[in-house]
């Protein structure tokens, strides 16, 4: 089964450091990019950026270059998403995705709930 | 670059059809043919529904169904179900500098 394994919820302070994963399985990780998505609570779906595991080709959304920063391991098949200093408005669900059919997303982690509160 | 432009909420009754527009510009929507649309259920990731405008993946009902004419896209859902209560979202390739843009999302309720 083709699937994107998310890591847990997240309760971090502002100014705190922050990484969470996106595990692939399934298919050929490194042959598909990787797309970050961020919704907000009550909001709507926002393109943050995308990554192809396999030569780490990253490219980010205006809105979101230089508050984030995408990575992958190919080794194990994972991508993420890291802070260096978490703001409480970064408190989010962040989606994982793969850019499969004709630049759609078709697969979707389940999601990461990031909180940020002091 | 701004999101692109859907309806807050649109309703219909069982079995009805009901539509949701999709207006970007000629940068995204007007450029390329690569609108997808999602469906979100409450507390749920998103499902791909419809992807190139009007290609439905395997699985999807053929009740939905997608167009695209100018910079506006489109998805209609037929023989409305209560299942398909949920929000939807398009979402356009924008080029190689931006990439993508997310829809504001539709609140679909079934009467």
């Known amino acids: 089964e083709v699937q994107l394994v998310q890591s847990g919820a997240e309760v971090k302070k502002p100014g705190e450091s922050l990484k969470i994963s996106c595990k692939g399985s399934?298919?050929?990780?490194?042959?598909?990019?990787i797309g970050w998505v961020r919704q907000m609570p009550g909001k709507g779906l926002e393109w943050m950026g995308i990554?192809?595991?396999?030569?780490?080709?990253?490219r980010y959304s205006p809105s979101f270059q230089g508050q984030v920063t995408i990575s992958a391991d190919k080794s194990i098949s994972t991508a993420y998403l890291q802070w260096s200093s978490l703001k409480a408005s970064d408190t989010a669900m962040y989606y994982c995705?793969?850019?499969?059919?004709?630049?759609?997303?078709?697969?979707w982690g389940q999601g990461t709930m990031v909180t940020v509160s002091s | 670059q701004s999101a692109l432009t859907q309806p807050a909420s649109v309703s219909g009754s069982p079995g009805q059809s009901i539509t949701i527009s999709c207006t970007g510009t000629?940068?995204?929507?007007?450029?390329?043919?690569?609108v997808s649309w999602y469906q979100q259920h409450p507390g749920k990731a998103p499902k791909l529904m419809i992807y190139?405008?009007?290609k439905r993946p395997s699985g999807v009902s053929n009740r939905f169904s997608g167009s695209k004419s100018g910079n506006t896209a489109s998805l209609t859902i037929s023989g409305l179900q209560a299942e398909d209560e949920a929000d939807y979202y398009c979402?356009?390739?924008?080029?190689?500098?931006?990439?993508?843009?997310f829809g504001t999302g539709t609140k679909v309720t079934v009467l």
């Open positions: 995705a793969r850019l499969g059919l004709r630049f759609a997303f078709d697969i």
């Open positions: 979402c356009s390739y924008a080029g190689s500098s931006t990439f993508y843009v």
């Open positions: 990554i192809y595991p396999g030569d780490s080709d990253t």
């Open positions: 190139e405008g009007s």
């Open positions: 000629s940068s995204d929507v007007g450029s390329y043919n690569l």
């Open positions: 399934g298919y050929s990780f490194t042959s598909y990019w």
